[in-house]
Nanobody, 124 residues
């Protein structure tokens, strides 16, 4: 059974940090790409970062570049999103998703599997 389980969300003050984790099971970790998305009510799901475990390439959206860092631990089959210098505008539900083909991207349609989401709230 394919599963993606996010953890690490919470409430933090502006300027603070959080680290999200996405634990992956049910398919070959080294071949996939894992993307991080976020969504606020009434808005489209936004792709903010992804990493191709297969190729090692990473991507950041302009909105998070320089503040967020994506990384992975193959032994733990986990992808992390380190979020620093958080802003109130970062408040959203954050999701990780898996692309079994290993390419990644910012369009939600490229990903077959999704986690349940974790809430991140940044207070001003």
């Amino acid at each position: 059974e394919v599963q993606l389980v996010e953890s690490g969300g919470g409430l933090v003050q502006a300027g603070g940090s959080l680290r999200l984790s996405c634990a992956v099971s049910g398919f070959t970790f080294r071949n996939v790409a894992i993307g991080w998305f976020r969504q606020v009510p009434g808005k489209l799901r936004e792709g903010i970062s992804y990493k191709s475990i297969r190729s090692g390439s990473v991507f950041y959206a302009d909105s998070v570049e320089g503040r967020f860092t994506i990384s992975s631990d193959s032994d733990k089959r986990t992808v992390f999103l380190q979020m620093d210098r958080l802003e109130p505008e970062d408040t959203a539900v954050y999701y990780c998703a898996a692309d079994r083909l290993g390419w990644g991207g910012v369009r939600p349609g490229k990903y077959e599997y999704w986690g349940q989401g974790t809430q991140v709230t940044v207070s001003s």
